[in-house]
């Protein structure tokens, strides 16, 4: 079995700052696949990034980029440069075809 | 128009009524998912299919059953619906190929069970 545990519910951050997303999973799996998808109020679901876990360099798009722990089974994300479209909830997932996601975390940027 | 459509949008019914929700792709793809989205728990998978003749229970698969009508169509039903099923329904499919290929989402099924 795998898990995903996202530990914070909701999350604020001034427009233009920076906010860290925590995430951390457990698996019995070697080789396995991490993402964070973004779920804004239309409710489609919008993939952010992807991490390939045997893969040590952290991945990075534009302004959003993961601190992968693979030790420690953990997988943050960073959004740099906060703008009003990044408010949304975030999930994180686990897996290669069947995905495990966490609870979702609620980020709220301010004006 | 979308790469995954989801249909309906919205639907609310009374307990004991016989649901089906509907997904088409146009993505070519060959792997078909259907999770469900409750406040707190993230999304669970019900069932998923990797072709036509290819269908697995996911983690939440009681009270549920699907069909794969084609490659390009996955459906999801409630036989006899209940209120706990009440939630927000996501089609997804991906390539089937190695590698962290990505989940592409319809825009979900609201359905609300009274």
């Known amino acids: 079995a795998q898990t995903v545990t996202q530990s914070q519910p909701e999350m604020s951050v001034q427009e233009a700052e920076t906010v860290t997303l925590s995430c951390t999973y457990d698996?019995?799996?070697?080789?396995?696949?991490l993402f964070w998808y973004k779920q804004p109020p239309s409710r489609q679901m919008i993939l952010v990034i992807r991490?390939?876990?045997?893969?040590?360099q952290n991945a990075t798009e534009n302004r959003f980029s993961v601190n992968f722990q693979k030790a420690a089974k953990s997988f943050s994300l960073k959004i740099s440069d906060s703008q009003l479209g990044d408010t949304a909830m975030y999930f994180c997932?686990?897996?290669?075809?069947?995905?495990?996601f966490g609870a979702g975390t609620t980020v709220t940027v301010r004006a | 128009d979308a790469d995954v459509t989801q249909t309906p949008r919205n639907r609310i019914t009374k307990t004991g009524k016989r649901i089906m929700l509907e997904c088409s792709q146009t993505?070519?793809?060959?792997?078909m998912y259907w999770y469900r989205q409750d406040p707190g728990l993230g999304l669970r998978l019900i069932y998923y299919?990797?072709?036509?003749?290819?269908?697995n229970k996911g983690e939440i698969s009681d009270g549920y059953s699907v069909s794969r009508q084609a490659q390009a169509k996955f459906s999801l039903s409630l036989e006899s619906a209940i209120p706990n099923q009440t939630a927000l329904y996501f089609c997804?499919?991906?390539?089937?190929?190695?590698?962290?290929?990505?989940?592409?989402f319809g825009d979900g099924t609201r359905l609300s069970i009274l």
């Open positions: 698996t019995s799996e070697n080789n396995y696949y």
């Open positions: 997932a686990l897996g290669e075809y069947k995905l495990s």
């Open positions: 993505k070519g793809h060959d792997r």
């Open positions: 299919s990797f072709d036509v003749k290819d269908i």
């Open positions: 991490q390939e876990a045997y893969k040590q």
């Open positions: 997804a499919t991906s390539e089937s190929r190695t590698g962290p290929e990505p989940q592409h």
